[in-house]
């Protein structure tokens, strides 16, 4: 069984940084999927950005491009999300999720988030002035 663990977030102004983590226990391997997806209340999961964690490539949101960075560790078990000009509209509580050993890297670009079979609990993010 995966288990997902987040942590970083906070509560910055328009501008500020955060970096997320997340830890994951129980994979049995390195190559697995792991992303952060973002939920307002009211509305459904969105993806932030995603990773083969096996030299994989980062995919991100539109919305995220030029201002967040995900990597991986070199054992495939933490995922960060350093966020930097945050804005209003990236208030949200942020999930890890994750794809146990997937049948190949295109996996990982599946943003729906039914496709994502492991979830951490969240953390919170809130920029505002």
């Known amino acids: 069984q995966v288990q997902l663990v987040e942590s970083g977030g906070g509560s910055v102004q328009p501008g500020g940084s955060l970096k997320l983590s997340c830890e994951a226990s129980?994979?049995?391997?390195?190559?697995?999927?792991m992303g952060w997806f973002r939920q307002v209340p009211g509305e459904q999961r969105q993806r932030v950005a995603t990773i083969y964690t096996y030299r994989g490539r980062p995919n991100y949101a539109d919305s995220a491009k030029g201002r967040f960075t995900l990597s991986n560790s070199d054992d495939g078990n933490t995922l960060f999300l350093q966020m930097s000009l945050l804005k209003p509209e990236d208030t949200g509580m942020y999930f890890c999720?994750?794809?146990?050993?997937?049948?190949?890297?295109?996996?990982?670009?599946?943003?729906?988030?039914?496709?994502?079979?492991?979830w951490g609990q969240g953390t919170q993010v809130s920029v505002s002035s």
């Open positions: 129980g994979f049995s391997n390195r190559a697995n999927c």
């Open positions: 999720a994750a794809i146990k050993v997937p049948r190949g890297p295109w996996v990982c670009e599946d943003w729906n988030p039914t496709a994502w079979n492991y």
